[in-house]
């Protein structure tokens, strides 16, 4: 089983910062990769980003591309959301999600491509 606990949501004006950070605990084999997803109110919840934790690499949706970076914590068992020139479009719960357990087929941009999921964390960016 493992437990991820978001932090570091909040209101900011346009053109803020703001960083969440998703801290991982528990034991499972992985993770294989960890990611963001995204939820406004009234819509469905949307990929945001993820983290290939052996690689190192990531991916973005291209709404957020050159505004928002992943990146791994020191103790590289969780992951921080860097959102940088926020939008109101941005305004969100933001969950952190994490891809672990036996191998199987996991698509990274998909929601069943995770295991386990956080609690999530409400953005708010005001215009």
């Known amino acids: 089983q493992v437990h991820l606990e978001e932090s570091g949501g909040g209101s900011v004006q346009a053109g803020g910062s703001l960083r969440l950070s998703c801290a991982a605990s528990?034991?499972?084999?992985?993770?294989?990769?960890m990611g963001w997803f995204r939820q406004a109110s009234g819509k469905e919840r949307e990929f945001v980003g993820a983290?290939?934790?052996?690689?190192?690499?990531?991916v973005y949706t291209d709404s957020v591309k050159g505004r928002f970076t992943i990146s791994r914590d020191s103790a590289k068992t969780g992951v921080f959301l860097q959102m940088n020139s926020l939008k109101p479009e941005d305004t969100a719960v933001y969950y952190c999600?994490?891809?672990?357990?036996?191998?199987?087929?996991?698509?990274?941009?998909?929601?069943?491509?995770?295991?386990?999921w956080g609690q999530g964390t409400p953005v708010t960016v005001s215009s």
């Open positions: 999600a994490g891809a672990y357990g036996a191998p199987r087929l996991r698509t990274i941009g998909a929601m069943g491509g995770y295991d386990y």
């Open positions: 983290l290939r934790w052996n690689s190192g690499s990531t």
């Open positions: 528990g034991r499972a084999v992985g993770p294989y990769h």
